[in-house]
DNA sequence: TTCGTTATTATACGGTTGAATAATTACGAG
DNA sequence: CTCGTAATTATTCAACCGTATAATAACGAA
């Protein structure tokens, strides 16, 4: 019977290790095994210090959801600004971004789902999905407004939000279908067709990196 | 201490509510919440009958789950081939039972959400959801194909799965952002949106019930 | 060094879980 | 009408859950 040797971490790496176990507990084992002795071992502590971190095992889920939405939207954010400052290549990257790793893998696809099950039932994860929804389509409205500009039209706002509520839904429908099966689409890679979809969405505007007359 | 009365059923019906009775309570209470205990006492039985009719709760759920994939594109497909024999006015009415209840209500999306998270968990909810995507996506392919027709083209077998698979896309992530957000939407009707983009996706082909000209 | 503070471990507790088994009741065959 | 079979209830069990509390070790300030 020795005891286990204590070894301090900071505030911050300790959060962030738990936050992680439980992420991983979740994509491998599912929801309910994702309990305070496994999320301890796989974070290599004691299930006590859980919560001497968070003050209840679900309020450390719904900073664990937080975080998995932030990351994917401040991945796909990233990718549209890394190097292009053309509107359309920045769709264009911001779209394939969704639909490559690390943002379209079974992992990630695992934990929102899990999440997305919580919404109807606790308030607190619906205020998270809310939140991050709204953060993901503004973004994706910005891009779509620059877009339309480009091309000479009226950036409407209506129509601007109307387009980017449907581009998302291809984005998400697509991440969803390519990641749970994606060995299906190994002759039709899903990034091209949802470029081509958008492009059909914008009614004929041409996303590709050296623009070509349509 | 009064003994809890007898109450025979047939198999069929004892099945039906025992699955119901999940159904409720993942809906409700998520899948931890869908305790064997809960469970019976939502169907108005005792625990043990539960193991009466399935080998192990897990059984229960994966059969559960088959039922909610079954119900969903029986429901759609029938609403496809309800009223209508023209093909353009089928996948219009396919389209928009995708996005009107009962199959876009919160409770299907949690059911269908909370199964998703188990698929890549539990090989046997992968094979349930290939199943039920391939099913869905065949309905969908074969409505593709005869609109193309119809339209004086070419049904090519790559086109018609390209077209399916970003339809299918479409339909999907609209139907889990009207379902979880659809207080967003009260100006923007979901389905609206979605004929609008399919129209796009094909080409400017005109879903309308009353054909008029593009 | 000393000592108070706090991160970490260890242990304990009440309640719940899925499953197994035993007891009881309804139903159908004969 | 009887009795065997199957459906349903009741009870039990070992394991596990999240949480609370106490013991211990590391670190920083003085």
Redesign the interface.
């Known amino acids: 019977m020795s005891r286990r040797p204590f070894h301090r971490a900071s505030e911050a790496v300790r959060r962030q290790d738990l936050i992680r176990a439980t992420l991983d507990c979740?994509?491998?084992?599912?929801?309910?095994?994702a309990t305070v002795r496994e999320i301890a071992a796989r974070a290599g502590v004691t299930p006590g210090l859980i919560r001497h971190y968070f003050s209840s095992k679900d309020q450390m889920l719904q900073d664990a959801y937080r975080e998995v939405m932030t990351g994917m939207t401040s991945a796909v954010s990233a990718a549209a600004d890394a190097d292009q400052s053309n509107p359309r290549a920045k769709l264009h990257d911001f779209i394939v971004a969704n639909l490559t790793p690390p943002v379209a893998d079974?992992?990630t696809?695992?934990?929102w789902?899990?999440f997305?099950?919580?919404?109807?039932?606790?308030p607190a994860f619906a205020e998270i999905?809310?939140e991050s929804?709204l953060a993901f389509r503004s973004v994706l409205e910005a891009l779509v407004a620059d877009v339309l500009i480009e091309a000479g039209e009226s950036p409407d706002a209506?129509r601007c939000?109307?387009l980017a509520?449907?581009i998302?839904?291809?984005?998400?429908?697509?991440w969803?279908?390519g990641t749970?099966?994606g060995h299906l689409?190994s002759e039709?890679p899903?990034p091209g067709?949802?470029i081509?979809?958008v492009e059909?969405?914008l009614?004929g505007i041409s996303l590709a990196a050296k623009p070509q007359t349509n």
Chains 1, 2 share one sequence.
């Open positions: 979740i994509s491998e084992l599912g929801l309910r095994g079974g992992r696809l695992s934990l789902a899990a997305i099950s919580h919404v109807r039932v606790d999905h809310l929804y209506k939000r109307e509520i449907a998302n839904g291809v984005i998400d429908g697509l969803i279908e749970l099966v689409f039709t899903l067709v949802a081509k979809s059909a969405l009614g």
